[in-house]
């Protein structure tokens, strides 16, 4: 079976570009979940979803960045104007119910660096 | 806001040996979990304790969530290079996941 699958895998830009991360969660998922992963801060959760549904967003960072689920199979994350302390590697996850607290499937993450 | 430590941060030991991570809350959590995460890839979970006192055994790794249910521990026995990877546990609770910092671990041949 097909995981969470994420893309692209590796991402370099110039300050001030727009960038645009992409998942498919797990077919079946009802919730989806963007993390960000960094040395200095480790796992942080910017934003999830329950059936499509933005439900809290508390922890996205400022107004450039932006997450939309326009369907159950797809969801999409962007910064614009991307800057370089947004370079870190971002994780989409999905999970089976819709409890933010259940078992997450991890994709394997789309490492940016903004220059 | 519920915070996670773990310790130790980094972890370098040899073939054969055994250690302990820790993972410690001053708040309660409903279940905790932990994964493994190797270079290049996403966090994977290994396991999900539950109940205060309740203890997980996959093959050479046991978990063990505290009778309270704020901290929880992972033991490994005769560790492997296999085992190499950042361990991360998550406290689930006041309807939100936290995660900790993990622990780098490296076990060399």
């Not at chain 2, 093959?59 to 490994?76: M, V, W, Y």
Request: some cysteine; proline content about 5%; charged content about 20%.
């Amino acid at each position: 079976d097909a995981g969470v699958i994420q893309s692209p895998r590796h991402e370099v830009t110039e300050m001030g570009q727009e960038v645009t991360l992409r998942c498919k969660p797990i077919s079946g998922h009802n919730s989806l979940f963007w993390y960000r992963q960094t040395m200095m801060r480790g796992l942080e959760l910017l934003i999830y979803f329950n059936n499509n549904v933005p439900i809290d967003d508390s922890g996205m960072p400022e107004d450039r960045f932006s997450a939309k689920m326009p369907n159950a199979s797809f969801s999409t994350l962007k910064i614009q104007p991307s800057e370089p302390r947004d370079s870190a590697v971002y994780f989409c996850a999905s999970s089976l119910g819709t409890l933010n607290t259940g078992e997450l499937f991890f994709g394997e993450g789309s490492r940016l660096t903004v220059l | 806001t519920q915070l996670l430590e773990q310790s130790p941060q980094f972890l370098s030991i040899q073939e054969g040996e055994n250690l302990t991570v820790y993972c410690n809350s001053s708040s309660v959590f409903s279940s905790l979990q932990w994964y493994r995460q190797e270079p290049g890839e996403g966090p994977v979970l290994l396991v999900t304790v539950v109940t205060g006192g309740e203890v997980k055994k996959l093959k050479r790794l046991t978990f063990q969530f505290g009778d309270a249910r704020k901290d929880s521990s992972l033991h490994i026995t005769a560790a492997q290079p296999g085992d190499t990877g950042l361990y991360l546990c998550a406290g689930a609770g006041g309807s939100r996941l936290t995660f900790g910092e993990g622990t780098q671990l490296t076990v060399n041949p």
